[in-house]
Nanobody, 123 residues
Framework: QVQLVESGGGSVQAGGSLKLSCAAS????????GGWYRQAPGKERELVSI???????RYADSVKGRFTLSQDNAKNMLFLDLNNLKTEDTAVYYC?????????????????WGKGTQVTVSS
């Protein structure tokens, strides 16, 4: 059974920083990788960043240069450093696994989700 637990959210002022963490059980991030998504009130869930099985990363244009995704395979955790936060970054941030599809292999499609952690940025 796959479980993802996010932590590190909070309330900060614009320009501030936060570090989100995601701990997984029942799934290895060293396999197909993982990602972070977010959902703001009244909006659809959107991709923030993913890390693929080969270690390469992809970021939404809105967070490039401000957010950094990393992973610790020994601890089986994902991290998301959020810097220079803006009010529009306010959302619930979700950690996700990436789906493996036989025989194609790892995909960039999210599979399992955590319950999310709230990030609130005030002006």
């Amino acid at each position: 059974q796959v479980q993802l637990v996010e932590s590190g959210g909070g309330s900060v002022q614009a320009g501030g920083s936060l570090k989100l963490s995601c701990a997984a059980s029942g799934y290895k991030f060293s396999g197909c990788g993982g990602g972070w998504y977010r959902q703001a009130p009244g909006k659809e869930r959107e991709l923030v960043s993913i890390i693929r099985s080969d270690g390469t990363t992809r970021y939404a244009d809105s967070v490039k240069g401000r957010f950094t995704l990393s992973q610790d395979n020994a601890k089986n955790m994902l991290f998301l450093d959020l810097n220079n936060l803006k009010t529009e970054d306010t959302a619930v941030y979700y950690c996700a696994t990436l789906v493996y599809v036989f025989p194609r292999g790892c995909t960039e499609r999210p599979g399992y989700w955590g319950k999310g952690t709230q990030v609130t940025v005030s002006s």
